[in-house]
């Protein structure tokens, strides 16, 4: 492990390292802290209920700001670009913020990655308006292929059947290879991952199973709700025998399987049971403008106040350049010590719809 070392902003539009030797590589954006589901893992009604205060418009980024934030990180290193909230497509005029994202090129003069995370219910009516803005590809949460399941998990009585539609819209418009989350917590709506299996087999779209998460401090995490990813492997593998895919590229975050008659993959996300910090290459930034070097994070750094005080790009981009030299954080790696330790100091985690997932 290196450590920490001083970044000088004459030279610091130029790829990152952080103490652990991991390089700067994605940006994720949470676009609005706003959501029109109430995921019970997420936010749940009891603290996400109708009191509860959200961002003023004034509060959140802009486009150009965001662009402006975006821009710096892919001089320093970012490749791929994830729009995420909140409900993302609840942010007006998000085809604008993907068209600006776009247009942005690498140092080599390459393309960005652009992609969304959605929940789906707005994706249908959306999809072609951000295929034209350059939008490349989607992800779409979806937990279960049971209404009453689903209905149990958004709790807004939102019905599998539209979800479906977006996905089929989506694909059809050319948003793909589309994925699709399903975050799996015990005894709420894990008897349906082999259901799930055997509906996205045989399609281009590539299902992947979450490890239910404690991120933020509202959802009453317990390490017994979690299935593990191995399980999920083994529940799917009795039915539907499956063997492993290498990686994409190093310090990919999912697991890849393939079907062993050759009809199609899926991936595990074993965020809990098999932390990734080693090679976690993700910078997150919240709608208003903080930037976290980890989802476990329980501070932000206010990049909004730097950018609305008048600094220049430089100025901005030492910033970010030193904010990610300086970053340590490993926090799946010691999950049980630093809940215990957070709980001590009474410190709380940053909630996952205002920093995306
Ligand atoms: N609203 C969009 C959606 O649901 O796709 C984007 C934001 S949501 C926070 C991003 C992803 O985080 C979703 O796939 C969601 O299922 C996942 N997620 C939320 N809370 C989680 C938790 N506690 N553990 C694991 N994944 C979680
Ligand atoms: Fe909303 Fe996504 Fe969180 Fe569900 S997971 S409450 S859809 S932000
Ligand atoms: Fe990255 Fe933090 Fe998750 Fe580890 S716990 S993989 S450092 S976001």
């Not at 965001?66 to 993302?88: N, Q």
């Not at 939102?158 to 418009?173: E, G, M, T």
């Not at 403008?289 to 501070?299: D, I, R, V």
Request: overall charge neutral; aromatic content about 6%; some cysteine.
């Amino acid at each position: 492990m290196s450590s920490s070392r001083p970044v000088d902003p004459q030279t610091s539009a130029s790829p990152v390292v952080d103490t652990r030797d991991r390089q700067l590589r994605d940006l994720r954006i949470s676009v609005t802290d706003r959501c029109n589901f109430r995921c019970v893992y997420c936010m749940p009604k009891e603290v996400f209920g109708k009191d509860f205060t959200f961002m003023e418009r004034d509060e959140l980024l802009t486009f150009e700001e965001i662009t402006r934030l975006a821009g710096i990180a892919v001089a320093h290193g970012v490749e791929k670009i994830r729009l995420t909230g909140g409900e993302p497509l609840l942010r007006k005029g998000l085809e604008d913020l993907v068209g600006m994202l776009t247009a942005l090129r690498t140092p080599a003069g390459a393309q960005i990655d652009v992609a969304l995370t959605t929940n789906g219910s707005a994706l249908a009516s959306k999809a072609a308006s951000l295929k034209d803005a350059g939008l490349q590809r989607v992800t779409v949460s979806l937990d279960s292929l049971d209404d009453a399941t689903f209905k149990a998990a958004n709790d807004v009585d939102f019905p599998v059947s539209k979800v479906l539609h977006a996905i089929d819209v989506a694909h059809q418009i050319g948003l793909g290879p589309i994925k699709i989350n399903m975050v799996v917590k015990r005894g709420q709506n894990d008897h349906d991952i082999v259901a799930m299996a055997r509906h996205f087999k045989d399609t281009p779209h590539i299902l992947r199973f979450i490890e239910y998460m404690d991120v933020g401090a509202s959802n009453d995490w317990k390490m017994a709700e979690v299935v593990p990813s191995s399980e999920v492997i083994s529940r799917i593998h009795a039915e539907l025998p499956l063997e492993p895919v290498t990686a994409n590229y190093p310090g990919e975050t999912s697991s890849r399987w393939r079907y062993q008659d050759g009809t199609g993959e899926i991936g595990v996300i074993s965020s809990v049971t098999q932390a990734f910090c080693h090679s976690c290459t993700r910078v997150r930034v919240s709608t208003e403008g903080k930037l976290y070097t980890c989802l476990f994070a329980t501070e932000g750094h206010d990049l909004r106040a730097i950018m609305r005080g008048g600094c220049s790009d430089q100025q901005l981009s030492a910033a970010m350049a030193q904010l990610w030299a300086e970053r340590t954080d490993n926090y799946s790696q010691r999950r049980s010590a630093r809940t215990s330790e957070l709980r001590a100091t009474g410190k709380t985690k940053i909630e996952m719809s205002y920093i995306g997932g």
